[in-house]
Structure formats: structure tokens, C-alpha cells
């Protein structure tokens, strides 16, 4: 009688439901897994399917092999997921959690087995198999408290700035011409950041009707001139606020036309002062969204009458043909020698006939144009005629520039001739300044030197993020220098009096196989002398998912798509993109620590696809579920053979399927040349339906900046929350939550004693976040 009360067997009907819950899991994986395998992906999922479908039939039948198996399923995902994953906890957990939670689902008609002495000696008999389960599960769990990375420290330096730095202001787009975005400010330390309190709110009001189709984002990095600081609106509207209380002195709305633009945004404005000037000796220069520069007194906000035509100039004469929306500014100008330049963003990929991308230079008094650069016109063409408009389709330069006053040189980072992804068509000359960093002559504006960081671009790899400009130290002595970081996760740090490269460049051959009438550029650059920012290779095992269905689904896609690494020319069968044609680096740019000799980056690490659709095709391809068109983001190129469809590399369950971090902040040693550290940026809370917050990176928009005290304070992430990180060691030092998206570069300021750190909270179209019309400083509590 106790022998039989000790073999007690599970329950039959619950063991039924069990096993069959688990077998229908088994079947669906070896279904999809063998879907896998014959498209040459890994035996794993059909393997550990069949193993799972064995294992839940062997339950339902209350058979002890049944666990046995199940605990061969779970110690061959264990070997599977570190050989391909490693122990990285985000990258080693997804693969290893759906076995182990499907195994101890299998043990559940023995752990209830009815109650008595029988079932306690039946729990006993089976207690190995379900320790060894439990001890491989907790294993797997325990690899989430591994540190990402292991933060290094190094000696600091004396890294001199261009033109030093005040405290108490902030008089360009990144604190100073050379966009390092340092501040001397050091009341906030690493020790007291996190009592960080809400000083004051501001908020800009409501956005006036922007039309269908317009994306909104508040980017606006204030300038702080005196007391008070200046900011931009999305659609243009420029407003003066107490730098102390957060109050508004004053509004000027250019009554902006928002037709068509796509994004909708302004990045920050200008400051110019002429002391003695009889109108206007201190005046705010803004860009319009829709084409315009405007001078106002920066003490009233009154337009300065004096400057071009009652106070605005137009940037759409010569241009030709403008087509509502094909020409915006989204950046402020940069005043070098009262020399006032200014790019512009065209539309992206509508037509070979889109306006010219001239860069111009206009007296910052009188608004009066002093020269044009048309990147796309010969060297050895005549002089442009009156009336005469700049080359069509030309090569533009959209994002900010820096600038250095003593070698009267303006740094642009160039954009592309359009459209992005066909360049068959382009000659050289359309080619010759495209996604390049190039220093003009401020007085003339003529190129001085040119570096092309991507050559013949067809990734919409422009450079989008500021130049930076640091002297360096040299056993020759100081070295001006630039470093200007890119798209497709570049760092090249040149001597900015000449473009000629710091620290090595390598040109490599890059992957063949264009779409018919291409032309492709045989090698690209390498920045090999710095840290790259190309997160690893892409390969099926890579392939992230948070279960093995969607794991399964992306590595399937995977092998659909052509991918043969960075700079893949784009295809009719779809191309990988990674990084993506958003970076990299965007627009966000760096900050320079010169104390520490410290640069800090944000990037991306998300993939996109992009499709060429040949001209004319509508209908879809044999297996497409619906035409190109009529998926994602569809571009026309109008004029080429190609059109072109952008999708993001997500699973269905709208999850990225590249591995995590999707975003990371890092620290690179300027001295040594080397990386530092490398933590994510950004967390799931506002992402994921569940509000759990898991460090696994984001994809990121807007900046950092960097103070004397050691801290590194940056939004920029698609999620509501802002930080400060130790800038030594990576150390998250403090973090707070904001009412909508960050994404915008912070700056930093002292007023009446008090410094005060100032972050614009509006949300970005773009990632998804949530929008509003917040400015919001942050500062210690008053003593």
C-alpha cells in the first residue's frame, strides 16, 4: 500500500491540458523552425520544437521522460544561446527563457500531485530534474545583474577650447563657435546632481494649425545672452524668457506658411551684437521654417527694419521652381566675422529637379548677401548671372555649422544632391562636396579644403551633426583640430586649418552588386585612428526577438533581404541598412569634456530597409502581402529609374530586430584615442505596453552637453526622462522624468549664483514620443 501511494501519478486530465498546451508550443516552434531551415537559417528552433512536441506528448501520457527531454530542450538552449549570443544578459536571456518557462510549465502535473504521503515521496522522486531546471533558469536569470561594461578611469588632461567659455552664458547653438557644448560650470557635482529640483517651468503654447502630414518636434536648444534666454517654436516663433524665473519678455511669430514641410522644427537662433549700432546693437537671427531669416532687437523682439527688406530676408530667390514644402530651415545660421551663413533642408527624395542646396553668406547689419557657394557648380564654370538660379538638385547642408574666428572659417557638414538613393545620375560635380565636411572662406565663401566622409552617397549618409572644433595637444606642440561624427558611425578627427586627417583614414572596397545604372564609388573611408561607432556585423544568429517566434520571423527576413555589411547598396530586393539612414550620429553631434580630454556621443543602432522600386511597378511581387507603395514610407525619386521604400527592421510585434542596446552614450578619450565607456541610453517604460523600464538603448534625437564638475547631462532618448551621467566613469548620477519627449540638446547656465541646467520637453514626431511645449530648468535647492 505505501509502494503504491509513492509511484502516485499526476493527475490525467490536468496532465493532459499540460502536455498539450506544451506540445501545441513544440509543434508551432518545429513548424516555423523547419520554415527557418529551409531557408538555410539554424536547426535550433526545429530541434528544440520537435524535443518540446516529444516532451509535452510524453506528459499528457504522465510519462517521467517527458522532463527528462524537457530538460534536454533547456540545456541545449543554454549551449545554443551562449554560442551564439554570449553571456550579454539582453542578448542571452530572450533565447534562453521560452525553454525554460515551457520546461517548468511541463513539471506542473508533478509539483501537483494530489496531497498525502504519496505525493510527497512523488514530489521527492522527481526533485533532481526540477532543481536541475530550476538551477539552469536561475543561472540564466542571474546573467542580468553582469555589468554592461566595466567603467574605466583615466588621467585627466589640459585640452584647451577655441575661444574659452562664460559660465553665465550660452551665446551659440553649442555654447560656443565650436559646438563643444562645455560649460564651466561646476556648482552641480557628481555628488549633489541628484538633488536636482524643478527651478521653474515654461511653456510656449500651442502649435497654430500645421497641416496634414506635418511632424512637429520642439528641438530647441535656448541661447542665454544676459538674463535672458532665447528659444524657437516648431513653427518659428521666437520667444525671450527670464533666465532666473522661467517668465516670458517677449514673443515675434513670422506667421510661418507650414505647407508640406514634413518636419516641422526649429533648432535654436543666432546672436549678433554691434555696440553703438544706431538700430538694433544686440539682435536675435532666426531661421523661418518656410524659407526666411529674421533679425530682431533681442531686447524687445522688434524687427530690426534695417536688415534686408523690413526686418527679413527670403532664401528662396535664385532658387527656381519651390514647390510648397521642398525648402525649409530647421537650423540656426552661424555668424562668423559678422558674416551671417545659412544652409537649408530640401525635401527628401522627391525629385531629381528639387532646389539647389546653395549656401549663402549675408552681412549680419544689413542682411545684405555678400556671397553664394553652389556646391554643384564647376570649379571652372563662369560667374553666375544675374538672375541666373543655382544649380538644381545641388548638394545642400541642413544642420548647424561651427565656426573659428581667428582662421575666418565656417564648417558646414554637407548633405546630398537629391535624391538619396540613386546616384546614376549625378555628375561629378553633384558628387564632389556631397556628405562632406567642407571649411569655406568666410569672406568669400569659397571652399578652402573639403573631406568627403562617404564617397557618391546612396545611404543618406549626409553629415548631419555639428563639426567640433578642439585645439589638441601634439608633441609638435597644439594642433587645431575638427572632429566631425557621422551617420554611418564615423569619427574623423582632422586638422581644421587643412582637412588632412589626424588620426588614420582607410580607404576599403565595400560591397558591389549595385542596382542597374549605378555607379558606386570603389572604396569608402574608414576612420580607423579613432573608435568606431559601427555597432558589430549584422548576421542571422544576431537576430533579436523577446520570443522564439519573432526571433524565427526576423532571421527568416534576415535572409530574404540583402545584406552584406555597411555601405550595401541599396536593391529591388530590399537592403539592410545599419546603421540607418537616421546614424549613427544625427544631428544630436558631441560634447567635448576638455578637462577630462573626454568626447561624449550618442548614437543609433537601429536598422531600416530600404526597397527600390522599380519605375512604373504597382502591382506586388509574387509573395508580397501588398504593393511597396502602399507599405511604410514610400519616396518617388522622380526622375530616376527607381522609386524607393523605407521600412524599419522591426518583428511584428513592432519590437527591433537588431540586438539591443538600440541607443548608447559613450565616452572617448581624446588623448589616448580610445573608448572609454559605453552605456545605453534610454529605457522601455514609455516604448513597451507595459511600463517596465529595461536599459535596453532607444533610438535617440538631439545631444549632450558636458561641465567642469565632471557631468555629462543629456535627453535625446524615446522615452520622458532626462539624465546626468558621471563623465569618468558612465555612472548614471541622476535621472528625472519629464512630462514629453526630450529630444533636444541641453545647455546649462549660472544666473544670480545659481546654475541652473535647461532641457526643451516637446516630443518628436519622428520617434513616437509624447509631444508638448515644455522648457524646463533644473537646479539645487536654494540655501
Request: glycine content about 12%; proline content about 9%.
Amino acid at each position: 500500500m505505501i509502494e503504491t501511494r509513492a509511484r502516485r501519478t499526476p493527475n490525467a486530465l490536468f496532465s493532459a491540458l499540460i502536455g498539450a498546451v506544451v506540445a501545441l508550443y513544440g509543434g508551432a516552434l518545429a513548424v516555423a523552425g523547419g520554415m527557418l531551415m529551409a531557408q538555410g537559417g539554424s536547426p535550433y528552433y526545429l530541434a528544440a520544437g520537435l524535443g518540446t512536441l516529444a516532451s509535452g506528448v510524453l506528459v499528457a501520457r504522465r510519462r517521467r521522460l517527458g522532463l527528462w527531454i524537457t530538460l534536454g530542450v533547456v540545456l541545449l538552449s543554454l549551449v545554443w544561446g551562449v554560442t551564439e549570443a554570449g553571456t550579454e544578459t539582453w542578448l542571452l536571456v530572450p533565447r534562453i527563457a521560452a525553454p525554460l518557462i515551457a520546461g517548468l510549465f511541463a513539471c506542473l502535473p508533478w509539483l501537483f500531485t494530489g496531497r498525502g504521503r504519496g505525493a510527497a515521496e512523488e514530489r521527492r522522486a522527481v526533485s533532481p530534474q526540477l532543481k536541475t531546471a530550476l538551477f539552469i533558469g536561475g543561472g540564466g536569470l542571474a546573467l542580468g545583474v553582469v555589468a554592461l561594461n566595466t567603467p574605466l578611469t583615466r588621467a585627466s588632461g589640459d585640452l584647451p577650447v577655441p575661444g574659452g567659455a562664460d559660465a553665465s552664458q550660452w551665446l551659440h547653438y553649442g555654447n560656443d563657435l565650436a559646438a563643444t557644448r562645455y560649460s564651466p560650470a561646476q556648482q552641480i557635482t557628481p555628488d549633489n546632481v541628484g538633488d536636482l529640483e524643478v527651478a521653474w517651468t515654461f511653456r510656449a503654447g500651442p502649435l497654430r494649425n500645421i497641416g496634414a502630414g506635418n511632424l512637429p518636434a520642439l528641438e530647441t536648444t535656448p541661447l542665454k545672452v544676459g538674463p535672458t534666454l532665447y528659444i524657437c517654436t516648431p513653427e518659428s516663433t521666437v520667444i525671450a524668457v527670464d533666465a532666473a524665473t522661467g517668465v516670458e519678455r517677449w514673443r515675434h511669430d513670422p506667421k510661418a506658411k507650414m505647407v508640406g514641410l514634413g518636419t516641422i522644427t526649429c533648432r535654436g537662433v543666432a546672436y549678433y551684437e554691434k555696440p553703438g549700432a544706431a538700430e538694433c546693437p544686440s539682435r536675435i537671427i532666426a531661421p523661418v521654417i518656410d524659407g526666411r531669416l529674421v533679425a530682431l532687437d533681442a531686447r524687445t523682439g522688434q524687427p530690426c527694419r534695417s536688415f534686408g527688406a523690413d526686418g527679413q530676408v527670403s532664401l528662396l530667390e535664385d532658387l527656381g521652381e519651390v514647390l510648397p514644402g521642398y525648402y525649409s530651415l530647421t537650423s540656426p545660421p552661424t555668424i562668423v566675422r559678422g558674416v551671417v551663413v545659412v544652409g537649408g533642408a530640401v525635401k527628401d527624395n522627391a525629385s531629381v529637379d528639387e532646389p539647389s542646396g546653395v549656401i549663402r553668406g549675408f552681412d549680419a547689419e544689413t542682411g545684405a548677401l555678400r556671397w553664394a557657394w553652389d556646391p554643384a557648380r564647376a570649379p571652372d564654370a563662369p560667374a553666375r548671372k544675374p538672375g541666373e538660379h543655382h544649380t538644381r538638385g545641388a548638394p545642400n547642408a541642413w544642420g548647424v555649422f561651427s565656426g573659428d574666428e581667428a582662421l575666418g572659417l565656417v564648417y558646414l557638414g554637407m548633405g546630398n544632391a537629391t535624391p538619396d538613393f540613386f546616384g546614376g545620375l549625378k555628375d561629378d560635380d553633384k558628387a564632389r562636396y556631397a556628405s562632406s565636411v567642407t571649411a569655406l572662406d568666410v569672406a568669400t565663401g569659397r571652399p578652402r579644403w573639403s573631406f568627403q566622409t562617404v564617397h557618391r552617397d546612396i545611404w543618406d549618409y549626409d553629415v548631419a551633426a555639428q563639426p567640433t572644433l578642439v585645439d589638441l595637444d601634439t608633441p609638435a606642440g597644439p594642433v587645431p583640430a575638427l572632429i566631425q561624427a557621422t551617420k554611418s558611425g564615423q569619427l574623423f578627427l582632422l586638422d581644421r586649418r587643412t582637412g588632412k586627417p589626424l588620426a588614420d583614414v582607410e580607404e576599403r572596397a565595400t560591397p558591389r552588386g549595385a542596382a542597374p545604372g549605378e555607379r558606386l564609388a570603389p572604396s569608402q573611408p574608414f576612420s580607423v585612428g579613432m573608435p568606431s561607432l559601427v555597432p558589430p556585423q549584422l548576421s542571422e544568429a544576431s537576430m533579436w526577438g523577446i520570443t522564439p517566434f519573432d526571433q524565427i520571423w526576423c532571421r527568416m527576413r534576415f535572409l530574404d533581404l540583402r545584406y552584406d555589411g555597411i555601405f550595401t547598396p541599396p536593391s529591388v530586393q530590399g537592403t539592410i541598412f545599419y546603421p540607418s539612414a537616421v546614424g549613427g550620429v544625427n544631428w544630436g553631434g558631441v560634447s567635448v569634456d576638455p578637462e577630462r580630454q573626454l568626447l561624449m556621443v550618442n548614437s543609433n543602432r537601429i536598422a531600416q530597409i530600404w526597397t527600390l522600386v522599380p519605375r512604373g511597378e504597382k502591382a506586388a511581387e509574387p509573395g508580397k502581402r501588398q504593393p511597396l507603395q502602399e507599405q511604410g514610407y514610400y519616396q518617388e525619386q522622380s526622375g530616376t529609374p527607381y522609386g524607393v521604400a523605407l521600412e524599419m527592421f522591426l518583428s511584428p510585434l513592432g519590437i527591433p530586430c537588431t540586438p539591443p542596446p538600440w541607443g548608447v552614450v559613450e565616452a572617448i578619450d581624446l588623448k589616448t584615442r580610445t573608448r572609454l565607456w559605453t552605456k545605453p541610453l534610454g529605457g522601455t517604460r514609455d516604448q513597451a505596453p507595459v511600463p517596465i523600464d529595461i536599459a535596453l538603448g532607444t533610438p535617440n534625437f538631439g545631444g549632450s552637453l558636458t561641465t567642469k564638475s565632471g557631468l555629462t547631462f543629456i535627453g535625446a532618448a524615446a522615452e520622458n526622462s532626462v539624465r546626468a551621467f558621471d563623465s569618468r566613469t558612465g555612472a548614471v548620477k541622476w535621472k528625472a522624468r519629464v512630462p514629453a519627449g526630450p529630444q533636444a540638446t541641453p545647455m546649462t547656465y549660472v544666473e544670480n549664483g545659481r546654475q541652473y541646467v535647461v532641457f526643451a520637453a516637446g516630443g518628436s514626431a519622428m520617434l513616437g514620443t509624447v509631444p508638448g511645449d515644455y522648457l524646463i530648468a533644473y537646479a539645487l535647492p536654494r540655501r
